[in-house]
């Protein structure tokens, strides 16, 4: 079987290192024909054409690791189009046109796989089909970044500051110059986003409550170590009754939690169902190799027709920012006066802030009144 890469960086070179020297069987039989990259100097296979690997009818998949919305858009629709397979790693593309790529897919008979997407090398998005074979899913919910982990990991162990510690984590690769997406949510928010499309068959846009950790420093860690607390930065999905609340933030562990636990860059994923409770998935989420190795899972699982679950998104679930009641602790400079709070203790000159058990929407209403005091708040769920 002939494949086409797309895009030489770091996660296509892992793709072509994997295959070129694996010794397995059923790699010896895969081969990379061509590779898209914006010099042909990139390397001996390179090509700046698109349109030569749509023409080329042995190249049966193209493995998009461009990133970004354009070209990959593109370029994944007009593979699907050609009745090539697609695999990705790109779950920015992947969360916002899935439900296209999807009926493409179906359409020219092929298969549009992303489990490299979400997790990284952490086999989570083929465990989710696998457990819905048997189960129903309740729940997913999860440390899905990397970068966010090592920063908060760091500030943990080494009593550091986010903003030095965003600095090294720039330094060691871990974080982009613009370090948005990570530390804002929106990375979080595509890789949830396709963990419902596999968990309970929706896709949704982006609109849910995120809150970014941009704003965390050392005296909110501190104020956790106090009552043996540690923080992540979560994506979480419940459902109850028909109906789905989802969520990305911080969220507030038990030093002895496994969550807690989570050392670097690692990631941790959980998902929880009917009959086999919860199941954790751990690993690289991130970095040439484990990223490389889930996509050539990902054309292995083709090269032998491997049956995989077809994903059909059915969006028979309501969204409810009421689904679920939990507590949630807000910093802010300013006092706060509202029936939902619990109680309210002052640390280093801040107010650190404890909710009564309460729903998204009433955290959101609480923190729009924040908004208005004090922009460097900060806001954390229990869990």
């Known amino acids: 079987m002939k494949i086409a890469i797309l895009g030489y960086g770091t996660v296509g070179s892992g793709v072509y290192d994997i295959i070129t020297n694996g010794k397995t069987a059923e790699l010896k039989n895969i081969e990379v024909k061509s590779v ?82 979400v997790g990284g090398g952490i086999p989570w998005l083929v465990n989710l089909e696998r457990t819905r074979r048997v189960d129903v899913i309740k729940r997913v919910y999860g ?18 500051e986010f903003a030095s510690t965003l600095k090294t984590a720039q330094e060691l690769g871990y974080a982009e110059a613009d370090p948005s997406a990570d530390i804002d949510g929106g990375d979080v928010v595509n890789k949830i986003i396709l963990s419902n499309a596999l968990a309970f068959d929706i896709h949704i846009d982006n609109n849910f409550p995120t809150y970014s950790m941009r704003n965390i420093v050392k005296n909110d860690i501190d104020y956790l170590k106090k009552y043996d607390y540690a923080v992540k930065y979560i994506g979480e999905t419940n459902v109850e009754d028909n109906k789905y609340e989802t969520s990305v933030m911080l969220s507030i562990f038990g030093k002895d939690s496994q969550e807690a636990a989570v050392p670097l860059n690692n990631n941790i994923i959980t998902l929880d169902g009917s009959f086999i409770g919860e199941l954790k998935f751990f690993g690289q989420g991130a970095g040439k190799l484990p990223t490389g190795n889930a996509i050539v899972q990902d054309i292995v699982d083709i090269y032998l027709d491997v049956p995989r679950k077809d994903m059909v998104i059915k969006n028979e679930l309501s969204y409810s920012d009421e689904l679920t009641k939990k507590k949630y602790l807000i910093r802010t400079e300013e006092k706060l006066n509202s029936e939902l709070i619990k109680k309210e203790e002052q640390y280093e000159g801040s107010f650190y802030i404890e909710t009564k058990e309460i729903t998204l929407k009433q955290l959101k209403s609480l923190v729009a009144e924040v908004e208005t005091k004090d922009e460097k708040y900060l806001v954390a769920k229990f869990h």
């Open 143 to 160: 440390i899905f970044n990397g970068t966010s982990n090592y920063i908060l990991d760091n500030m943990y162990r080494n009593n550091a």
């Open 36 to 117: 898209f990259a914006r010099s042909r100097d990139k390397m001996y296979l390179a090509t700046d054409d698109y349109n030569e690997i749509i023409e080329d009818n042995e190249i049966s998949v193209v493995v998009e690791c461009l990133g970004g919305i354009n070209p990959a858009y593109e370029f994944i629709k007009k593979a699907l189009e050609n009745k090539k397979h697609v695999v990705t790693a790109n779950k920015a593309v992947a969360a916002k046109y899935l439900n296209e790529f999807l009926t493409l897919a179906e359409e020219n008979n092929v298969k549009f796989i992303f489990e490299a997407s």
